[in-house]
């Protein structure tokens, strides 16, 4: 045996040695990041490491870094120190991990945390392919793409554990990637709010800029808002539009998606009575592409489940084709 491979072999028995002391006698240590540990970029982030009242010394490590990146040696027990990053870079974005010392031992590695900066390139599209309404019960398949060739994409649910799904992309060869993520089955328990992220494969912890944010709405079987058309039924190019959502359920929130779009634009409601509640919803001053479907949906904020669709209003755009089997018609004349 050389003296080179007797000494590697002596440091794995004392690695061995001290991780069997370590276990026995030091509490396994957490770390954390806050607000997350997907952070924009040049915003601030936190790095919180949990330990023993008895530690000493406290070593955070990063991924493919020989020597601790950061040491703190807190003057009194706390158990837990915090390492904290003021402005964040794609320099700092990597896989984080780190021990603590006591008077007598090492602690083993705390579990990875993996730091990741966003916003270092252009946003992808994320969509519903069966569009953004859907029933209690039902799965749900969302696309997320872009242009900028990414081989990974990444989706979070908003207000969920924190938890990122990420599945490789597929490219076409007009240089689009994309990942069809499904989620569900979808119950009104909570809300229903993701936005995705894409990267490369060479740099897994930079990410893009967030995706649009994409709501799915979930409709249920109270009772359908009715939908109307102020100033009137006939209205010319250029008049400024408001659709009207009424209900006599004390509604604390609508939403009015139009058929064919991913959007959800949502208004609070008010009372004019004890009883009703309605908002009005402005289209601006309305053109052609205010043609199409509407429908009037009612909720109450303190859950993700929606009404019964009201009947629905089209739009009738001067020039183009009448849809038909629609509740009700506006020309624009």
């Known amino acids: 045996m050389t003296i080179l491979s ?8 004392c690695l061995d040695q001290e991780s069997y002391l370590q276990t026995e006698t030091l509490p396994k240590p957490t770390i954390w990041a806050e607000p997350s540990p997907v952070v924009a970029q040049g915003r ?21 870094v020989l020597q601790p990146w950061r040491k703190k040696f807190p003057q009194r027990p706390r158990g837990k120190v915090k390492f904290h990053i003021l402005l964040m870079t794609q320099d700092l974005a990597g896989r984080y991990h780190y021990r603590y010392q006591s008077q007598a031992s090492w602690s083993i590695p705390s579990k990875p945390l993996d730091l990741v900066v966003t916003g270092m390139s ?13 029933a209690s019960g039902d799965c749900v398949t969302l696309h997320c793409g872009s242009w900028q060739g990414f081989d990974w994409f990444f989706l979070s649910n908003e207000g969920g554990n924190g938890n990122f799904k990420s599945l490789a992309s597929q490219h076409r060869a007009d240089g689009w990637s994309w990942a069809l993520f499904t989620v569900g089955p979808v119950s009104p328990s909570h809300r229903w709010m993701y936005r995705c992220y894409g990267a ?40 400024t539009v408001t659709l009207q959502c009424c209900s006599d359920i004390s509604y604390d929130r609508f ?17 004019p009575q004890v009883g009703l509640s309605q908002t009005d919803f402005s289209l601006g001053q309305v053109n052609s592409s205010h043609g ?19 009947d629905p209003l089209d739009i009738l755009v001067a020039g183009e084709e009448p849809l038909t089997g629609s509740h009700s018609e506006w020309h624009l004349s």
Do not use: T
Request: hydrophobic share 35%; net charge negative; proline share 10%.
């Open 122 to 134: 252009d946003p992808p599209s994320l969509s519903a392919l069966s569009g953004p309404i859907v």
């Open 44 to 64: 601030p982030v936190s790095i919180w490491c949990q330990g023993s009242k008895e530690a000493k010394g406290y070593y955070l490590h990063r991924e493919q």
């Open 255 to 271: 939403a009015l998606p139009k058929d064919g779009e991913q959007e959800l634009p949502q208004q609070l409601g008010w009372q």
């Open 292 to 310: 199409g479907r509407y429908r009037c949906y009612g909720g109450h904020s303190l859950s993700s489940e929606w009404s019964a669709p009201s």
């Open 200 to 239: 490369f494969s060479g740099s897994p912890y930079v990410w893009s800029s967030s995706s649009n944010i994409l709501e799915l709405l979930i409709s249920g079987v109270s009772r359908k808002p009715s939908l109307s058309m102020l100033p009137g039924p006939v209205v010319a190019p250029e008049d």
């Open 6 to 13: 007797a000494a590697f072999f002596c440091l794995g028995l």
